[in-house]
Each structure stands twice: as C-alpha cells, then as structure tokens.
C-alpha cells in the first residue's frame, strides 16, 4: 500500500493556459474525491467518484473544469483556459467501503499557481 | 449546509503542555468525523474517525470525543513535543453524503 499519489506536485502556468492534474488513489478504493484548498481555509469539496461514475459535482466546479475516471483507477482533473484565481493546492482523496465509513486517505496536493 | 468552525485559529504552547483543539458543526445528523493533520505545504494525514455513535477515540497521546447533539469534537494532544507543531483540521460527513466539510483549522505551535 502505497498511499495516494498526485502528478505534478508543484505547477506554474499563465493565466489562459489549461492544466491536468493526476491523482493515483490507493489500490481497491472505490471512492474517490477531488478537494480544493486556498491559503489559511480548509479544503473544500469539487467532485466525487464511485469506480469510473461521477456521482457529485460542487457548483465550485465551474465549466471550465472536468475530471475524468476511466476504467475506475486513476483520475485526472483537467481547467482550461486558467484565471489567478484558480491558484490553490489541489488535494486528490479515495477511500474503501469497510462497512459504510469510507474514511478518506489524502495525496500530498498538486500546488498550482497561475500567473 | 454544514458550517464546521474551529476556534482558536492558532495556538502557542510550551513543550509538555496538553492541548485542547475545538470544532463545532452546525448540523448534527452526521456519520462520522474525522481529525487531520497538515504540516506546511504538505497534503493531509488522518489522526482519527470517530463514528457518530462513539462518544470517543484514542490514538498513543491523542484523544478525541464527540458530543454529536451539542455540535462539538475536542481533540487532545497529552504532552505536547516541537514535532506536534501543525495545523489541525477537523472534518464532518453528513448522513447519506459521501463529501466531507472541514473547518479552516487550527495551527500549532509547540515552542521547544
């Protein structure tokens, strides 16, 4: 078990370009979420996973954003045409179903700026 | 809407001290709640999930309890050390949700 990871850690981009972020979920979670966090606020919720269905999206979520889950393994997160205010760290959590908890169990982020 | 608030937003303590760190929710139909940790530009570690029907749970030196009809969790940390120094976020999920709402956190520090 090697944990959650993310792809990049760490992406500078200018405003206008798009970026797709990769999150790795640990093997055999079902679940899994994309949360966003800006400096001094906890994250807050984008979208869910079951296997490769997208069961939520939070009105965060705007046009500009799509996440994807092919085949229910790994996930990617895709803005277009980025704006500053898209600058945040992007955490990528999954979780198991042991018996209806689905505690969740986060990556180490992908830190964007937009310049 | 979930509003998870931790107060205070940041404390200094010395080493050795107990911390208390709070959190409160505004709706109690939840199923569960969990304690993070986040240090400095890192991603989160989970510390503790408390079920809704626990009052509370215990991990080496921390402890934390839930009063789910009060709204409340406390998370203690017994003798603090420099390496405790972090912020500390807590997270609630509601009842037939699978999101969590976390609190803004409150961030540690732990004077050696």
């Known amino acids: 078990d090697t944990g959650v990871s993310q792809d990049p850690r760490h992406k500078i981009t200018k405003r206008g370009q798009n970026v797709t972020f990769r999150c790795d979920p640990i093997?055999?979670?079902?679940?899994l979420y994309w949360y966003r966090q800006t400096l001094g606020q906890g994250p807050e919720f984008l979208t869910y996973f079951q296997n490769e269905a997208q069961l939520e999206k939070s009105r965060l979520l705007s046009d500009r954003f799509s996440a994807e889950r092919p085949k229910g393994s790994f996930s990617t997160l895709e803005i277009q045409r980025t704006e500053q205010g898209d600058s945040a760290m992007y955490l990528c959590?999954?979780?198991?179903?042991?018996?209806?908890?689905?505690?969740?169990?986060f990556g180490p982020g992908t830190r964007l700026t937009v310049t | 809407k979930q509003e998870v608030t931790q107060i205070p937003a940041a404390l200094s303590v010395p080493e050795g001290e107990n911390l208390v760190l709070n959190c409160s929710f505004t709706d109690s139909a939840i199923y569960n709640l969990q304690w993070f940790r986040q240090d400095p530009g890192k991603g989160l570690t989970s510390l503790l999930l408390?079920?809704?029907?626990?009052r509370e749970q215990t991990s080496g030196r921390l402890n934390a309890s839930l009063d789910k009809s009060s709204g409340r969790s406390t998370l203690y940390i017994a003798a603090s050390q420099p390496g405790d120094s972090a912020t500390y976020l807590c997270a609630v999920r509601r009842i037939n949700d699978y999101k969590l709402s976390f609190g803004a956190g409150t961030t540690v520090t732990v004077r050696a």
């Open positions: 408390i079920q809704s029907s626990q």
């Open positions: 093997s055999e979670h079902n679940r």
């Open positions: 959590a999954s979780s198991p179903n042991l018996g209806g908890v689905y505690e969740q169990y």
